[in-house]
């Protein structure tokens, strides 16, 4: 009777595999999911963690076909079947579809796909996003529902795209719709649905974007700027951003705790890595200023949705300035200072400044987490967080006291 298991590949960046095993003959499928081997072990043991409760419950799932698939086989005798027609049969038991079809470059359906890999997202932002994508490709082309992968070729690519700057949309909006749309292509080839790829001709080049970094008068500036009561809490906001190395508001808006040795630690929301930053005393001095109930800061109390936050922040920064007023009480008139500013430029704004004052450029990209290109080889080497912590200082000495 054929056996079955569940694996991460880390050759395909950590793509879950179900491999099939039967009279010595073997056959893998993709499950479409991207969780490390540590992961798939955890969620199948008895107590998982919190975050592998779902990995848990969908491989349950797998595994209930799977074995009824089993029993099927045993009752009709046909224990010795071709592993290969075991693999169709799993592949129409959990995903509803044939395999040899799917194997097909015409045989897969292109929007079925893509509300499918919508359905299989976790993230509610990046849900929008693709659901953003996929109504412009159904106001664009009235027969997509009709159509294959094989479909989407570089002319429809072309056109769609073409079709987007018509409608005023700018070269970088387009390229998130068509990035999108490359991402269901590479979900559907990972799955074996299709090897139909447009993208290796259709290039998705983004625009440079504008400046969104300020120089360190300009931020001094920022933070000294004298402003109505109403302000003061969204400048101080930005300050302890910038003190805590460019922390997104979504993450600022969910922090907890300061652990025991003065750090915050939190999961990036955007990439679900580990973050652990030194909080250094002026932004413990903010921190207590702003101390919250329903999290670390009070503006989880004061604004239920990370994005009511960052909106009303951004506002308030882009109206720092000389304020006027006409007659008793009457309409005031904003000159402003900072007109273009927001929260994820105190992000940029470090970094620059950082690289400035001479830190090196692997410090500050170990600071902001962005990946080295050397995952796996990052599992066994901790990092060497006082590298981070000695860079932060450094920056808040100069930006704060002019010390170098």
């Given amino acids: 009777m054929f056996s079955y298991k569940f694996f991460s590949d880390p050759s395909r960046k950590d793509d879950v595999r179900l491999r099939l095993t039967n009279n010595r003959k073997k056959v893998e499928i993709s499950l479409g999911l991207r969780i490390s081997q540590a992961d798939i072990d955890n969620a199948l ?13 969908l491989l349950l799932n797998y595994q ?30 959990c995903f509803g579809t044939n395999s040899e079809e799917d194997n097909d470059p015409e045989g897969g359906n292109f929007i079925k796909c893509f509300r499918d890999y919508i359905s299989r997202l976790d993230n509610k932002s990046t849900i929008e996003v693709y659901t953003h994508t996929l109504k412009r490709i159904l106001s664009f082309d009235l027969n997509i529902e009709e159509k294959n992968f094989e479909d989407i070729n570089l002319r429809w690519l072309t056109e769609f795209d073409a079709a987007l700057a018509d409608n005023g949309n700018s070269k970088n909006t387009r390229g998130i719709h068509l990035r999108n749309i490359r991402a269901v292509f590479n979900n559907a080839i990972d799955f074996e649905i299709t090897n139909a790829y447009p993208f290796r001709r259709f290039k998705v080049r983004p625009e440079e974007t504008r400046k969104r970094s300020m120089s360190v008068e300009e931020l001094r500036k920022l933070f000294s700027y004298p402003v109505e009561p109403y302000a003061q809490i969204y400048q101080d906001m930005f300050k302890l951003i910038f003190m805590l190395i460019g922390i997104n508001t979504v993450d600022l808006h969910r922090l907890q705790e300061i652990t025991k040795d003065g750090r915050i630690e939190y999961k990036r929301a955007k990439t679900g890595r580990l973050y652990s930053i030194k909080v250094e005393p002026e932004a413990f001095e903010l921190i207590n200023k702003y101390k919250g109930e329903k999290g670390l800061l009070c503006v989880a109390d004061r604004w239920s949705d990370h994005r009511n936050f960052r909106h009303q922040l951004n506002k308030a920064l882009q109206r720092i300035g000389e304020v006027e007023r006409i007659g008793r009480g009457g309409k005031k008139i904003v000159t402003s200072e900072f007109p273009e500013v927001s929260s994820y430029w105190a992000r940029h704004t470090w970094a620059t400044i950082a690289y400035s004052i001479g830190i090196s450029k692997d410090v500050i990209a170990q600071a902001l987490g962005h990946s080295d290109g050397h995952s796996t080889t990052n599992i066994y080497i901790k990092e060497d967080v006082s590298k981070v912590d000695e860079a932060n200082r450094r920056v808040l000495d100069w930006v704060l006291y002019g010390k170098q």
């Fill in 45 to 57: 043991s008895p107590s998982p963690l919190t975050r592998n409760v779902k990995w848990r419950n």
């Fill in 64 to 93: 209930a076909k799977i074995d009824d698939i089993k029993c099927e086989l045993l009752k009709t005798g046909r224990v010795d079947e071709d592993v290969r027609v075991i693999k169709d049969m799993v592949v129409r038991e």
